[in-house]
């Protein structure tokens, strides 16, 4: 019952205090009972179209509008050459992203796009896990080194010879909203601080209207995602049907989201992966509204929908030390997951690798996952 404390033979959890009762009246309602409280999920295939139309529609996308090149570079020392590029998607400023490569040899190359993560901050988003022909802003040393070792892995990952996409999603970076009273211009420490801080209350602002609109967060992620997509696949430096995606926590939202509702060749999802009732006690609010979204809990859990293309190769790190999910919850998510690939005929289509630190996509986590991906999108 993950850290749930049981008072009495009633059930208690945290956040939910005298409510908590509320949980055992949701599960004996068979009628109205969310699909992740079923011990056995759904056929893979019929979770699947409930995923590509919950984030979707997937069919007849608009393509990115006006792509064009901003900036290109060349970086031997470094081993990666790149590009800024921007492209429209019909609504809000334009997007930007980075386009990374080996600086030598010739390709088609793997394809790889790299999803950055959420961490309550919004004021950068491809910046986070990739560098620019201008290095970073200093101000996010500190998201680096406590999430990602240090270093932009997307670089890394370009060095080993792939073609790298990282684009700011909806909300991040070139793709944020202009906040009344929030700092615009200057990136110094405190008012991007200042912005993130207002953006973590603007985030519930964007899901009502995304309600009001007849959609979601989640939906709108996933989306540009499978846009970005689409145009790294576009891309004549790119292997045909090559393609995979990484993502660290919110990334790894993305991630598992992309690998439902896409035909993405392999999928890496980084500290971010857990079943609902191993979140009830304590491990809710913490969460973007991208894990909740709406219908998606009356379908499956959360790890329903990362295994619900089992054809498909799939990693996932867990992090014994996260605090963001509980053991059990992480236990029981990869149970869930190694069965439906079992389940399948491919149960080496799925591994999971497990690591004792905290909630992070360290130097040591980013050499097995290239590595990993490597070998699937080689196979593919």
């Keep these: 019952m993950t850290g749930a404390r049981s008072t009495g033979g009633a ?8 409510y908590s009762d509320w949980v055992d009246r949701v599960r004996r309602d068979e009628s109205r009972r969310p699909g992740w409280m079923d011990e056995t999920p759904r056929r893979p295939e019929e979770l699947r179209a409930l995923a590509c139309d919950i984030l979707g529609p997937v069919d007849g996308e608009t393509r990115p509008l006006g792509a064009r090149v901003e900036a290109s570079w060349r970086d031997d020392e470094a081993g ?8 429209d998607l019909g609504y809000g400023p334009r997007t930007e992203a980075y386009v990374l490569w080996p600086s030598s040899g010739d390709g088609p190359w793997p394809g790889v796009v790299a999803l950055h993560c959420h961490g309550g901050f919004t004021y950068y988003g491809k910046e986070k896990v990739a560098d620019g022909p ?8 500190p998201v680096r080194r406590e999430l990602y070792g240090g270093r932009a892995y997307a670089n890394a990952l370009a060095r080993q010879g792939v073609v790298v996409l990282v684009h700011d999603v909806f909300t991040w970076g070139s793709r944020r909203f202009v906040l009344a009273g929030a700092p615009a211009g200057s990136a110094r420490a405190d008012e991007v601080a200042r912005y993130n801080a207002a953006a973590s209350v603007h985030e519930h602002v964007v899901e009502k209207y995304c309600r009001l609109l007849g959609t979601t967060f989640a939906a709108v992620v996933a989306h540009e995602d499978r846009t970005a997509l689409a145009y790294l696949g576009s891309r004549p430096e790119v292997a045909t049907g090559r393609i995979g995606c990484i993502g660290l926590s919110g990334g790894g939202i993305r991630a598992a989201m992309l690998q439902a509702t896409s035909d993405v060749a392999a999928t890496v999802v980084v500290a971010m992966m857990s079943t609902y009732e191993g979140m009830l006690d304590r491990h809710v609010a913490s969460h973007t509204w991208m894990l909740y979204p709406e219908r998606w809990p009356t379908c499956g859990d959360w790890p329903d ?6 054809s498909s190769p799939l990693l996932v790190q867990y992090q014994r030390g996260d605090r963001l999910f509980s053991a059990e919850g992480m236990r029981d998510a990869h149970r869930r997951i190694a069965a439906v690939y079992a389940g399948t005929g491919n149960a080496g289509g799925y591994e999971a690798q497990h690591y004792d630190g905290p909630h992070c996509f360290d130097v040591s986590m980013q050499e097995a996952a290239f590595a990993w991906l490597r070998a699937a999108l080689d196979r593919a």
């Design 305 to 310: 929908l990362v295994a619900c293309r089992p």
């Design 11 to 18: 059930v208690s959890y945290e956040d939910l205090g005298p």
């Design 80 to 87: 990666v050459s790149g590009e800024l590029v921007t492209w």
């Design 134 to 141: 201008a290095g970073h802003d200093p101000v996010l040393d």
